[in-house]
């Protein structure tokens, strides 16, 4: 299994960034995608989950209104869409395979992970 993402870098406060991550499609198409992050010194924590058919989104109370989580399954792809950024937004975002269609956001849920981009936010 392979997750591939990509999009981070450095922005100002109150700009945006689009995260996108492709995946195997054997293995996600069916699956539920999310995004999680983790900032220097802190735990991993979710950011935004999308259902296997894109019909079911969820996301975290300090992003909802600012981020979108979206997914194409024809290309096993998801992608975050990051606006009205803020510093404490930076940290290394991961895209992740749930092993159900429908996922809750506990990290036990996600057996396949990338690698991880960048997300720096300067104030």
């Known amino acids: 299994v392979q997750l591939q993402a990509c999009g981070g870098g450095l922005v100002q406060a109150g700009g945006s960034l689009r995260l996108s991550c492709a995946a195997s499609?054997?293995?996600?198409?069916?699956?539920?995608m999310a995004w999680f992050r983790q900032a220097p010194g802190k735990e991993r924590e979710f950011v935004a989950a999308?259902?296997?058919?894109?019909?079911?989104?969820d996301y975290a109370d300090n992003v909802q209104g600012r981020f979108t989580i979206s997914r194409n399954r024809a290309n096993s792809a998801v992608a975050l869409q990051m606006n009205s950024l803020k510093p404490e937004d930076t940290a290394v975002y991961y895209c992740?395979?749930?092993?159900?269609?429908?996922?809750?956001?506990?990290?036990?849920?996600?057996?396949?992970w990338g690698q991880g981009t960048l997300v720096t936010v300067s104030s």
């Open positions: 992740a395979v749930s092993r159900f269609s429908y996922t809750g956001r506990s990290l036990t849920n996600f057996p396949y």
């Open positions: 499609k054997r293995t996600s198409s069916n699956n539920a």
């Open positions: 999308i259902s296997w058919n894109g019909g079911v989104t």
